[in-house]
Structure formats: structure tokens, C-alpha cells
């Protein structure tokens, strides 16, 4: 059967190439339209390929996960542990997804553990779009990381007075309800807002193998338990227009998670669950435009995150020594004030900013109270000039200067209490990257190839480690990386179809990995790695009512550390080769049918190389129909040949094949 999935996914991918190929260059077609991933307008000088857009068309109603829209674009690699709500991350072009920047709004939220950022806990529900950057984190973010940045922007105020439900059904009980409106009570004040819900058993059947994976004799069929999910959110945004043309915002949100930790497949908790808490608040003042040329913002915001998980070891069982109910977490507050000044003159555009930030984070629930306090500033800028009509030139750069506090620093060991009293001084650190740009404004094709030098930064609990079961290492080094890229597009006359590709090198260097030694882990800068590989991707309507979208990376992501056990092998959770292919038909009588397959070669789940994970192959559709202009109902299949592992070596099972119903009302 898999070999057959497997057959029928290169079938597929041969064919739209071919036909897609044929039609690049007809000129008598209709217009493409709006895709569901769209990049800036595709002009030489303002396109780049690693940067996209991906918008609600991709997700609303679909059954996706966040994870799961990000993989669909080439150069990413998702990974999740279950069913709604559960973790899930991606890695971008072979970096590790907690070296990705995940922000909301422009704001981070990588916590002070230096993990990576449970991409489940976003309800795209209240998402109006998502930005990728696949080989930087801009300016505008600041500039620290190694793989890029994903930006989940929340619905704006807008200046128009409308609104919209969605409420959507499906498998395992799964529940999803949006409402969002906009206002505009007069011509100098918008105002927005949405609230979400969203639920699910989770409890879906799946093949347990009784804790021998490799002995199928005694398989047996088991249902997901403590899995149930539930999540609340809302976000709020006001908009003013003062006299002397100033524009305030006002914006608020908050999310509230509760959920299972249903635990492996054969030791599947009972009573162990995870709260979740976090709300934002903030303020963005626009000044007047200086000079015809500069426009000044000035903005703060304030966040507060929550995260704490449960168990009970009588009825869990899952390795503690403590009888009682354990909680272990962490609570953290932050405050980011920032001043941006963008400038634009005839062949110039440019754009600075200085920030800060200042965060602290303690404990919460059953261990030892500690604190660890982190201040930042930052100082980030972008120029672009255009020195001829067919060649422009772009560099990026930050300097990052950090102080570290540590306030009760103790934690427990198994031998005794340990404390940390002071923390390391950080140096500066800094990051740059230098673009050219070929191609005349308009053209149907052109070329950029940019080279950079990033870093990130240890996080507070990779450094100092004052948790339970956590030894602190306070000389960790900065991971550093130097990424080469160039590329091109070209497109046909009709600009009804346009191809990308694009030729990616990244070194990593001081990579942090966590080390286990007998009850503890300590993390430690063993990690060297080259990643390099290609991108390509073609859209094209070559007939009014058929739109295709091919994608596919082919990469070499290797391990070049100087550990000989692992030198030369591919890094965990990495493919060499990994394709998207997705067709949409506009149908009569207000239909339409999207169907997308996603197929990766073998992968591994492990540095050493040991623990080989098969090929995988996915399938969705989504049938849509919009009986009034502003009704849709949307029925989707994800997960279509129902398997219910992402591979069958991985202790979380995820669903098999589910089903979604969805209304969306617009008005």
C-alpha cells in the first residue's frame, strides 16, 4: 500500500510538472488571481525569494494545523505530536526550530527555556495573515536568530464597517467557533475585534504496540486518553486618527489554554494536564511624515506568559518519586519599547530601529522559587538603493548588547541543593547580511544573491539552568551561522505563471544541545553542521478554471561536528528530499475542489543516525461552495490514506483521517 501512495505521489508530481511547464508561456489565459500563498508584488526589485506570505485561503476550514500550512512551503519541515492543540514545530532549510524566530505581531515568543515555540498553541482563527522569512530575521524584529523568522499577524482594524462567523464540526469531537468585527463609527477612528474557541476529544484510535515497535505479534488498537483540548482567545485593536495626522493603536490579547498530557503511546497518562495562560497589551503612535520622506512610529508592549504542567504519580506513572501532585512551570513578564524611523527618497530606502526589551522569569507550581532577569538593546537598520533601473543593492544589520541577572538561582539535585548567584557578562553581538538585486522594475525575470552572518544568543535557562533536573553552564558561546544564498525568477509573458529557484548554503557553528547525565542535563556547544540544497517552486493557472502550485527542496543537511559518531551523518528530522503539490478546480455552480499531497524521504530521529523513519506521504482535499457572495461552507478530508503515526518509529501517534464541516458567514 505505501508503495503504491508512494507511486501514485510521483505520478502526480511528474504530471503537473509537465503540464504546468507546457503552459508557462501562454498568453491566453485569464489572470491567476489571488493564491493562497503570495509573495510581494513580483517585481526585481522588490521580490524575494525566501520571503512569503501565506493567507487565510490556506487554512479556513481545511482541517491544517499551523505546522502543517508552514510545510507546504519549500525549504520547511514540520513536526507534530497529535491531534488539535498538540505540540508541533518546523525547521526552515535544515535549522533546528528552536533557532526560529516565532513572533505575533512583530513580538516574540521564544520563552526563557531556549526551546522551541509550540507552534499548536496559535488558533488560526485569528490570524489575517503569516510572514516567513526563510533566510534572516529582519531588521524590524531585530535581527537575532539563525533560521529565519514566521510572523503570525492578528486581524487589523480596518477602515470599514463589517465582519464575519466561522463555526466548523468535525472528527473526534472537534469544535472551532470565530467571531470578528470591524467599526468604523467615524473617519478618524477604526476599531476591531475577535474572539475564538476551540476544542477537541482527541481521542482517536491508533495501533499501540505495547513498548516493542519493532514486534508487530503484539500490536493491538488502543484510543488516545487524556488528549482533550481546549483554548479561549481574543484580540482587540483600536485605531485614531488625532489632530495633526497622528495615529494611535491600542491593542490587547489574551489566550487560555487547558489540556491533557496524554503521555506515549504505552504509557498513556491519566490525570497529568498543562494550563496555559499569556495576554499582550500594547500601544503604537505614528507620527506626521517629516520631509515628504520620513515616517517616525514609536510603540511598547507588554506580555505575560503562563505555562504550567501536572501530575499525579499514583495514577500516572510516569517516573516520578514524588507521591504527591506535582506542578512544574514558568511565569514570565515582558515589556519591549521600540522607536522605528522609516525613510524613502527617490532611489533610497532605508529604515533604523532601537529597541529594548526587559524580561524575568520564575518559577511556578512545586519547585523552589528562583528568578532569572534578562535586559536588552538593540539597535537594527536596512537600506536599499537602487544604483541603476536594473540593479539595486540591500544589507541588513543589528548589534545586540544583553544583561543577565540571576535572583535566587536554587534548584534541587539528587544529591543536594546547588545555587547560582551571579550571571556570565554577555558580549555584544552583532549580525549583518548584504543583497544584490538584478532585473528591471516589472520584468519578467530576475536574480538576487545575498550572503549574512547571523547568531543567537544561549537563553536564560540554557545558561543557567535553575530548574528542577537542569545544571546551569554560564560560558555557553553564541550559535553563529553564515548563510549564502542566490536565485532567480522567471515568468511568463502573460505573468500567468512564474518559477523560482533558489540555491541555499548555511554553516552552522557552536550548535547547543542538551546532554543527559544520570538525573540531570546540561547544555552544552557541540554543534557544527552544513546545510545546502535547492528550492524550487512554479505556480501557474494555465486554464481559467485550474490553479497549481508545485513545490520542492532538495538538501544535504549534514552534521559537521568534530564528535566522530556523528560527523558526516544527516541531521535529525531532515529529508533530503521533500515535495508539494497542490490543485485547485473552480467547478460550476460556485464549487471548487482543492487537493494538496506533501511526500519527504526517509529521515532519522536521531544525530547518530540509528533510528530510521520511512518515507511519508499525505493527503487533503477540501471541497468549497459559495451559494451567496459572502456564504461559504467548506468540507474537508485531511490525513485521506488514514495513517495514524507521521511514522511508524514515533511514540506520539497521531489521528488517522479526519473530516471538517465549516460555515463561514461573512457580512
Known amino acids: 500500500m505505501r508503495k503504491t501512495l508512494r507511486l501514485k505521489t510521483s505520478v502526480s508530481f511528474v504530471v503537473f510538472v509537465v503540464s504546468s511547464f507546457a503552459n508557462l508561456w501562454a498568453s491566453d489565459v485569464q489572470d491567476l488571481g489571488v493564491s493562497e500563498i ?76 531556549g526551546g522551541a515555540v509550540d507552534l499548536g498553541a496559535i488558533d488560526l482563527n485569528n490570524i489575517e495573515k503569516i510572514e516567513v522569512y526563510k533566510d534572516r530575521v ?9 533560521g529565519g523568522a514566521i510572523n503570525f499577524i492578528t486581524k487589523k482594524a480596518k477602515p470599514k464597517t463589517d465582519g464575519r462567523i466561522l463555526a466548523s464540526y ?148 510516569i517516573g516520578y518519586t514524588n507521591p504527591d501532585f506535582i506542578e512544574y512551570g514558568l511565569a514570565g513578564y515582558r515589556l519591549n519599547p521600540e522607536v522605528l524611523a522609516n525613510i524613502i527618497l527617490n532611489r533610497f530606502e532605508g529604515m533604523i530601529r532601537f529597541a529594548g526589551s526587559a524580561e524575568t522569569w520564575g518559577a511556578r507550581g512545586s519547585i523552589q522559587d528562583f528568578g532569572l532577569t534578562r535586559y536588552t538593546i538593540s539597535t537594527s537598520a536596512s537600506a536599499e538603493f537602487a544604483a541603476m533601473n536594473w540593479a539595486s543593492i540591500f ?69 543557567y539552568g535553575v530548574y528542577h533536573g537542569v545544571l546551569s553552564n554560564p560560558t555557553l558561546k553564541n550559535e553563529t551561522a553564515i548563510r549564502f544564498e542566490v536565485g532567480g525568477f522567471i515568468e511568463s509573458p502573460s505573468k500567468k505563471s512564474i518559477l523560482r529557484i533558489t540555491y541555499f548554503n548555511t554553516h552552522l557553528d557552536n550548535g547547543i544541545y542538551w546532554i543527559a547525565k544520570t538525573n540531570a542535563m546540561k547544555a552544552f556547544n557541540i554543534g557544527e553542521a552544513e546545510i545546502y540544497g535547492v528550492e524550487m517552486e512554479l505556480n501557474s493557472r494555465p486554464i481559467s478554471f485550474f490553479e497549481t502550485t508545485l513545490r520542492g527542496t ?48 526517509r529521515i532519522y530521529s536521531d544525530r547518530m543516525n540509528d533510528t530510521r523513519q520511512p518515507d511519508n506521504a499525505r493527503y487533503n482535499a477540501a471541497l468549497g461552495f459559495n451559494p451567496w457572495e459572502k456564504t461559504r461552507f467548506i468540507f474537508a478530508i485531511t490525513n485521506i490514506s488514514d495513517e495514524n503515526y507521521t511514522n511508524i518509529y514515533s511514540p506520539f501517534p497521531t489521528p488517522g483521517r479526519e473530516f471538517k464541516i465549516t460555515l463561514l458567514q461573512k457580512f
Open 395 to 463: 544589507a541588513e544589520g543589528n548589534v545586540l548588547k544583553t544583561i543577565d541577572d540571576v535572583d535566587g538561582g536554587k534548584f534541587l539535585m539528587p544529591t543536594g541543593t546547588a545555587i547560582v548567584d551571579d550571571a556570565e557578562n554577555r558580549s555584544i553581538n552583532f549580525s549583518g547580511m548584504v543583497q544584490l538585486k538584478l532585473g528591471k522594475k516589472d520584468s519578467h525575470f530576475g536574480a538576487n544573491a545575498s550572503i549574512g552572518r547571523y547568531f543567537r544568543q544561549p537563553q536564560l535557562m540554557e545558561l
Open 170 to 317: 468535525g472528527s473526534h469531537n472537534a469544535l472551532e467557533g470565530s467571531a470578528q468585527i470591524n467599526l468604523s463609527p467615524k473617519d478618524s477612528v477604526n476599531f476591531a475585534a475577535t474572539i475564538s474557541a476551540r476544542h477537541s476529544d482527541n481521542d482517536y484510535e491508533f495501533k499501540n504496540r505495547n513498548g516493542t515497535r519493532y514486534n508487530t505479534e503484539d500490536d493491538f488498537t488502543d484510543k488516545r486518553k487524556n488528549a482533550e483540548f481546549s483554548e479561549y482567545s481574543g484580540d482587540f485593536k483600536y485605531r485614531i486618527l488625532h489632530a495633526g495626522d497622528y495615529f494611535s493603536t491600542f491593542s490587547a490579547s489574551a489566550t487560555y489554554t487547558e489540556a491533557g498530557n496524554p503521555g506515549h503511546e504505552s504509557s498513556q497518562t491519566q490525570v497529568a494536564n498543562f494550563v496555559g495562560e499569556r495576554s499582550q497589551l500594547g500601544y503604537r503612535l505614528e507620527f506626521p511624515i517629516l520631509l515628504n520622506s520620513v515616517l517616525l512610529e514609536s510603540g511598547v508592549t507588554a506580555t505575560f506568559e503562563k505555562n504550567v504542567s501536572g501530575s499525579y504519580y499514583p495514577l500516572d506513572f
Open 38 to 113: 503570495s509573495a510581494e508584488p513580483v517585481s526585481p526589485k522588490n521580490i524575494a525569494p525566501s520571503y512569503e506570505e501565506i493567507l487565510p485561503d490556506a487554512w479556513e476550514g481545511r482541517g491544517l494545523s499551523p505546522s502543517e500550512v508552514l510545510s507546504a512551503l519549500p525549504g520547511i519541515q514540520s513536526y507534530k505530536q497529535g491531534g488539535m492543540g498538540s505540540f508541533q514545530t518546523v525547521s526552515i532549510r535544515g535549522v533546528a526550530a528552536r533557532n526560529i524566530l516565532i513572533c505575533i505581531d512583530g513580538i516574540p515568543l521564544n520563552d526563557a527555556g
Open 554 to 601: 532538495i538538501q544535504n543537511p549534514r552534521d559537521k561536528g568534530e564528535l566522530k559518531m556523528y560527523h558526516g551523518k544527516l541531521l535529525p528530522g531532515e529529508p533530503v528530499h521533500s515535495y508539494f503539490v497542490e490543485g485547485k478546480l473552480f467547478l460550476p455552480f460556485h464549487f471548487d475542489l482543492t487537493f494538496d499531497a506533501t511526500y519527504r524521504t
Open 138 to 146: 529582519p531588521a524590524k524584529f531585530g535581527g537575532s536568530g539563525l
